[in-house]
């Protein structure tokens, strides 16, 4: 398990732009697979996107691809999330985490365990 702070949001208007950060603590960043993750209130916790631990394969749900872009620097610990074209809809506590396998990112992400505070993002119309 690695600790991991996310930061980066806050109100932005409809068709601005945000870029959250994951900085991650510990000895192996570079070994796990990254995700992103966001809740809106009253709806359950849902995929945003996936970064593998070589960075060279992303995967996005179908409301963010074309808008959103997932990278890495391992050098520095952190994952990035690029949020460009926001939507109203976009609205919510985001949050990373890390786990070997990417499927635990993409499909089983109900199984982790531990989460972070997350930081908000908030898109006005």
């Known amino acids: 398990q690695v600790q991991l702070v996310e930061s980066g949001g806050g109100l932005v208007q409809a068709g601005g732009s945000l870029r959250l950060s994951c900085a991650a603590s510990g000895r192996t960043f570079s070994s796990y697979a990254m995700g992103w993750f966001r809740q809106a209130p009253g709806k359950e916790r849902e995929f945003v996107a996936a970064i593998s631990w070589s960075g060279y394969s992303t995967y996005y749900a179908d409301s963010v691809k074309g808008r959103f872009t997932i990278s890495r620097d391992n050098a520095k610990n952190t994952v990035y999330l690029q949020m460009n074209s926001l939507k109203p809809e976009d609205t919510a506590v985001y949050y990373c985490?890390?786990?070997?396998?990417?499927?635990?990112?993409?499909?089983?992400?109900?199984?982790?365990?531990?989460w972070g505070q997350g930081t908000l993002v908030t898109v006005s119309s």
């Open positions: 985490n890390a786990d070997p396998a990417i499927t635990t990112m993409t499909v089983r992400y109900r199984d982790l365990e531990v």
